[in-house]
C-alpha cells in the first residue's frame, strides 16, 4: 500500500459532523407572556416564534401580540439627573449612592443637586 492509497483509506474513515443550527425561540403563554427560550431540543406543542440572539438575550423586554414580538414599555417614573453642586444632596465624596442624612456626619463629602 502506498501513501496515496493510505491518504484515501484514511480520508473514507473520516466521519463528517454536521451541527445542528441554532434556532432561538421564546416560547409563550395565550396572554403572550413569554414563559421559556429554548435553542436546543425544542419542546413540542407549545406557541413559540423565532427570534435573533439579540432578541433572545433580552427576551424579558418582550411579550408576543399576534405572533409577533412587541417591546414592553417600561415606565421607570420620574428622573432626574444629578450635577455636583455647593448645595442638594449630601454624599460621601467620590460614592455619590451614599446619600447622607442630615444628622449624620462624615469627613469628606459632596453635594449633589438636580434643579441645575
Do not use: W
Request: aromatic content about 12%.
Amino acid at each position: 500500500m502506498n501513501s496515496n492509497d493510505e491518504f484515501l483509506l484514511a480520508l473514507s474513515q473520516i466521519q463528517v459532523i454536521v451541527e445542528e443550527p441554532i434556532e432561538y425561540r421564546l416560547h409563550y403563554n395565550s396572554e403572550g407572556e413569554i414563559t421559556m427560550c429554548s435553542i436546543q431540543n425544542h419542546p413540542k406543542d407549545t406557541l413559540y416564534v423565532v427570534v435573533s440572539k439579540h432578541e433572545y438575550d433580552n427576551y424579558f423586554r418582550y411579550t408576543v401580540v399576534n405572533n409577533k414580538l412587541k417591546m414592553i414599555d417600561i415606565n421607570t417614573g420620574y428622573r432626574v439627573q444629578l450635577k455636583k453642586s455647593d448645595v442638594g444632596y449630601k454624599v460621601v465624596k467620590n460614592h455619590a449612592g451614599l446619600l447622607l442624612e442630615p444628622a449624620e456626619a462624615y469627613e469628606d463629602t459632596e453635594y449633589y443637586d438636580g434643579t441645575n
